[in-house]
């Protein structure tokens, strides 16, 4: 959700962006500015900076515009960290031991091992300096990258703060990390003899996480690669060795990233899927039948909540599934509210899983929920949710970033599952701050201790939001699960929040938001600062 007035982005930024949309497409462009004259400025820059990001030379110009005024910010008269010493692995013929201990000898306190032909910005080493200030225990300090191509830098790789589940299916920290030289020399004595590679180096940083260094991140672009990035070859073999009994796979689609599963749980919990309905017979069929796929090794209880239908077809079609034992019928046909009606359902579900599930997704596959299941059973996970796709195709969540709009919005909406810009961020199983409740599943024991949904301040919207905080806030992770894709027509039964007579509640639970979390002007640790916080798609900020 956007809200309706936002700074406006710098003239220097607007004329940039608005110089490579009419490039691209310029009878698109004339449309954004007629937005812009009617008065929906977010709507119309979001618009211009997707058309500008089409563009060939968009990275170029946002490296040339918006960049140096990033680094300049973040560094902000950092002095350079001392002791810093940037060297370029050497290869087999040299252990890591000798490396460091060479660099130790000469004085050396931290050290940023590069792979052979990258290369880094002027600004590390302020950056460096900048990071160390904020995070004096950090013993890792990673950053962003891109890749150095025949035409110029382009693939830029943005990074949230450290998400170990993103590390798994990438390595985050080779080549774009620099390790504090004691702290990497004591992992080492413990290990055999390590060749100062790209392998080797790897196995340094897991050995490094494993006996507690801290890590920090640094949101800038600091890393030029030598070549494109690829699925790593010795990745694979380390990762089966460090996390035994994850299932690891290449994706299958083309990207450098690994499909990485927890092990398979001792006992399959039970499960209750709890979906609210009104009338709409064809979304409620559709959903069963999707549901009816399921291949979920251990039990499984669906509750439908009947929000006082009144369709015949509805009606009956809901008859004949109680009739059959196929699902559970809970009546609740007081007005609409969404935590309500999972509030109810959940107090009398046998389950010790919750799987909050709309009446308009569609279930593509029977896998789906023992995959997000592996996830749940974690010790940590708090909620678990899918990808959902519109019924076009495109990503309709792939997590939700706290922020966006000032409240918070769905990352990489609309965006074709396929692409590679920015692919990491609805690609790829990682940690996020928020999922959505059209499938979100969640230990019962970690719903009833946060107090399930918010009856009282979030009926309809932001439900989703302030539970997976109040997860969060308890010291659970909330994870997007990749490999679960279903289908979602998204709020074909719920009031729209545009409509007048739904106006103010909206309002009212965007305040509350705001006011309970803080979301106005947050920057979640789990999505880069360096994205527009207007566009809900990955786009730079031209501002």
């Known amino acids: ?75 902000a008269g950092a002095a350079a960290l001392p002791g810093v010493t940037i060297a370029a692995l050497p290869g087999e013929g040299v252990m890591l031991q000798d490396m460091l201990a060479k660099l130790a000898g000469d004085g050396a306190l931290w050290a940023v091992p590069l792979w052979p032909g990258d290369k880094t910005g002027a600004a590390l080493p302020s950056a460096l300096g900048a990071a160390f200030a904020r995070w004096p225990d950090a013993r890792i300090i990673h950053w962003d990258e891109d890749v150095d191509t025949p035409t110029g830098r382009g693939q830029p790789w943005l990074k949230p703060q450290w998400d170990p589940l993103l590390h798994i299916a990438r390595d985050c920290l080779g080549g774009a990390s620099a390790i504090h030289v004691e702290t990497a020399r004591a992992a080492l004595a413990a290990l055999p ?219 990489q909406r609309g965006i074709d599952p396929a692409s590679s810009d920015h692919a990491a961020w609805h690609a790829v199983t990682r940690q996020v701050s928020v999922v959505t409740a059209a499938c979100l599943l969640v230990a019962r024991r970690h719903y009833e201790a946060v107090g399930g949904l918010d009856e009282a301040g979030f009926a309809v919207a932001f439900n989703d939001v302030d539970f997976c905080l109040k997860l969060q806030a308890s010291g659970l992770s909330n994870i997007y699960c990749a490999q679960s894709r279903l289908i979602h027509a998204e709020s074909r039964t719920r009031p729209r929040d545009d409509r007048p007579d739904q106006v103010d509640r909206f309002n009212r639970e965007l305040t509350l938001l705001q006011a309970r979390w803080g979301t106005a002007g947050h920057c979640d640790p789990h999505h880069s600062p360096l994205f527009s916080h207007t566009a809900e798609a990955c786009l730079l900020s031209m501002a």
Not at 207 to 227: F, Q, W
Not at 346 to 370: H, P, R, T
Not at 375 to 394: E, I, K, W
């Open 1 to 75: 959700m956007v809200r309706r007035s936002l700074p406006w982005p710098s003239g220097r930024a607007f004329r940039a962006a608005l110089v490579l949309a009419v490039q691209v497409a310029p009878l698109e462009t004339l449309s954004a500015l007629g937005n812009l004259v009617r008065g929906k400025r977010v709507r119309a820059w979001n618009a211009l900076c997707r058309l500008a990001a089409r563009h060939p030379s968009h990275y170029r110009r946002w490296l040339a515009h918006t960049a140096p005024m990033r680094e300049a910010a973040w560094i």
């Open 193 to 411: 003899d390590l060749p100062a590679t790209v392998a080797g180096l790897a196995r340094l940083h897991l050995a490094m996480l494993t006996d507690g260094a801290e890590l920090a991140h640094v949101p800038l672009i600091l890393t030029h690669r030598a070549a494109a990035m690829t699925t790593l070859p010795h990745w694979p073999a380390l990762i089966a060795a460090h996390w035994p009994g994850w299932q690891i796979a290449t994706q299958g689609d083309g990207l450098p990233f690994l499909r990485v599963l927890p092990p398979l749980p001792a006992i399959w919990p039970a499960v209750t899927i709890i979906i609210p309905t009104r009338d709409r017979a064809d979304l409620m069929r559709t959903c069963l039948l999707g549901l009816a796929r399921l291949a979920y090794p251990g039990r499984v209880e669906i509750i439908v909540v009947d929000n006082g239908s009144s369709d015949a077809e509805a009606l009956a079609l809901l008859a004949d599934e109680a009739a059959a034992g196929r699902i559970r019928l809970l009546r609740d046909p007081g007005p609409f509210n969404f935590s309500r009606l999972n509030n109810c359902a959940a107090a009398i579900a046998s389950g010790e899983y919750l799987c909050l599930f709309n009446n308009d997704v569609e279930a593509l596959d029977g896998d789906w929920l023992a995959v997000m299941m592996r996830h749940a059973v974690c010790p940590g996970v708090g909620a678990v949710g899918a990808q959902l796709l519109y019924p076009d195709g495109s990503i309709q969540h792939a997590g939700v970033a706290v922020g966006i709009g000032d409240a918070a919005g769905h990352v």
